[in-house]
């Protein structure tokens, strides 16, 4: 079982990136699959979701209307669209796949963004 990240990297304030996330090893069309972040001295925090179809998807109130999250099941993929990035975002950046209905779950190794001037 794989989660990739890819996409992460040094960008200004105000600007974007796009995180991917591909998944290998297991059925991911039926995972849940959300993004988490953890920045230097802090504890790793959710960041947003999507549903096994991508119908429904949530978002932490600090990325809220910047952040949006898709997914490709074709693909195998997962994707973090960043907007409007603040200096707080700087944070790996790690993908997450939650088995529906058991406890099965995969991380990803993570990927490093840093919003810098």
Same mark, same amino acid.
């Given at each position: 079982?794989?989660?990739?990240?890819?996409?992460?990297?040094?960008? /200004?304030?105000?600007?974007?990136?796009?995180?991917?996330?591909?998944?290998?090893?297991?059925?991911?069309?039926?995972?849940?699959?959300?993004?988490?972040? /953890?920045?230097?001295?802090?504890?790793?925090?959710?960041?947003?979701?999507?549903?096994?179809?991508?119908?429904?998807?949530?978002?932490?109130?600090?990325?809220?209307?910047?952040?949006?999250?898709?997914?490709?099941?074709?693909?195998?993929?997962?994707?973090? /669209?960043?907007?409007?990035?603040?200096?707080?975002?700087?944070?790996?950046?790690?993908?997450?796949?939650?088995?529906?209905?058991?406890?099965?779950?995969?991380?990803? /190794?993570?990927?490093?963004?840093?919003?810098?001037?």
């Amino acid at each position: 079982v794989q989660l990739v990240e890819s996409g992460g990297g040094l960008v /200004q304030p105000g600007g974007s990136l796009r995180l991917s996330c591909v998944g290998s090893g297991f059925t991911f069309r039926y995972y849940v699959m959300k993004w988490y972040r /953890q920045a230097p001295g802090k504890e790793r925090e959710w960041v947003g979701g999507v549903t096994i179809d991508g119908g429904r998807k949530n978002y932490a109130e600090a990325v809220k209307g910047r952040f949006t999250i898709s997914r490709d099941n074709v693909r195998k993929t997962v994707y973090l /669209q960043m907007n409007s990035l603040k200096l707080e975002d700087t944070a790996v950046y790690y993908c997450k796949a939650e088995g529906m209905g058991t406890d099965t779950e995969y991380w990803g /190794q993570g990927t490093q963004v840093t919003v810098s001037s």
